[in-house]
């Protein structure tokens, strides 16, 4: 099995923030994925999907499926991030005024992102934008906990 | 205890999910922030949240939550509800406060996350 999906997020626009998610859980449940596994991936793709909303112009996920595990990439074209060390950091946010009134903005998203996923990878340039990997294995055998 | 005991005892209505009012909740968590709902591994969890938007239902949606209740009747719009209904997440509207429906939910045992 080999499954590959793409979706395309619009900056700014938080009415539409969490479809993809949405998407990519459905999915996940009808290939009889553990319950515990979809919940660490869809919450880390959400908080990642948020971040391109909040922060970034747009961008695109490309989500592949097979029988071991997900693979998400989320490509952004966005200001980048300068320091990602310190993005990780829980309470470092640069959120407006109207992501915080959208109930985000704590700075706690990248750090979460790192919990519920196995491997997180991050890399920017600044001025272009970001580029988030998750993967996820299906086979649920580290309990959620890194 | 039974989401339709969390109607009555907070006063509420139910927006949508009649057929979760069998369905027993555990544990509740009270925020605005939902950054921080995120975090929350909790299963047969209740949300009780005074941000009435789409993100609230998303949230809920992403954190497997199967029941959210808004406080001070404020108004859940028809787009909420039907991403609700897709997603078997009850809705419940009370006039309570966060304070109040927190504090009665507490008292009649439901359990906090820390
Ligand atoms: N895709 C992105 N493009 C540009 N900057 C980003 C992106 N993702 C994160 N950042 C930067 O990293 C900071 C921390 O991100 P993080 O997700 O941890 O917190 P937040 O989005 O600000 O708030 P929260 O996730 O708690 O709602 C952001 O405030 C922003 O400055
Ligand atoms: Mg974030």
């Known amino acids: 099995m080999q499954m590959h999906f793409e979706y395309s997020v619009e900056g700014g626009n938080f009415s539409q923030a969490g479809l993809t998610s949405s998407q990519v859980k459905k999915t996940l449940k009808q290939l009889n994925v553990n319950g515990a596994v979809i919940k660490r991936t869809v919450v880390a793709l959400y908080e990642a999907e948020v971040n391109i909303v909040a922060h970034a112009y747009g961008g695109t996920i490309l989500v592949d499926i097979d029988e071991e595990k997900i693979v998400i990439e989320l490509r952004d074209e966005g200001p ?13 946010s640069t959120a407006t005024p109207e992501v915080r009134e959208m109930g985000f903005g704590a700075g706690m998203g990248l750090s979460n992102m790192n919990n519920n996923s196995d491997l997180l990878e991050i890399t920017s340039e600044v001025g272009k934008g970001t580029c988030v990997k998750i993967i996820n294995h299906f086979k649920d055998d580290n309990n959620g906990n890194k | 205890m039974k989401i339709k005991e969390i109607v009555s005892l907070t006063n509420g209505s139910l927006i949508t999910g009649e057929e979760n009012l069998e369905q027993l909740i555990e544990r509740a968590f009270s925020s605005d922030l939902m950054s921080d709902v995120l975090t929350v591994r909790s299963d047969k969890l209740l949300l009780l949240t005074g941000l009435v938007n789409i993100q609230a239902i998303r949230t809920a949606e992403m954190s497997d939550i199967c029941c959210v209740v808004f406080v001070r009747n404020k108004k859940v719009s028809e787009e909420m509800v039907n991403i609700a209904r897709e997603n078997r997440i009850a809705i419940i509207q009370t006039p309570y406060s966060m304070f109040k429906a927190s504090g009665i939910l507490y008292s009649a045992g439901i359990q906090p996350v820390y």
């Not at chain 1, 980048?80 to 470092?92: F, H, Q, R, S």
């Open chain 1, 80 to 92: 980048g991030i300068e320091d990602i060390g310190k993005t990780m950091e829980i309470g470092y």
